[in-house]
């Protein structure tokens, strides 16, 4: 027995297939996965974001404010 899903009310007539489970849904209830933007998943089937695949933080620049010179100060001195 086939069965069919009501999309009556939707903003599109159209069925979409989640891309983990493979059941049918109407369009609008299939997101972007979180992790892998690609797939088209339902809600029961959307991973939790991964915070290990955002790219990595930029490093502090961390300068001193009274640095020495990398050269002698006199010309006596080394």
């Given amino acids: 027995m086939s069965i069919f899903l009501d999309t009556k009310g939707k ?6 297939i989640c891309d983990r489970c493979k059941r049918k849904f ?7 996965d979180r ?7 339902c809600k029961d089937d ?8 955002l790219p990595p933080r930029q ?3 961390l300068v001193l404010p009274f640095t020495r010179p990398d050269v002698p100060l006199a010309e006596g001195d080394e």
């Fill in 59 to 61: 490093a502090d620049r």
């Fill in 11 to 16: 903003a599109t007539l159209g069925i979409g």
């Fill in 26 to 32: 109407p369009l609008g209830e299939l997101k972007p």
């Fill in 35 to 41: 992790n892998s933007p690609g797939l088209r998943v």
């Fill in 46 to 53: 959307n991973d939790e974001f991964d915070p290990y695949r």
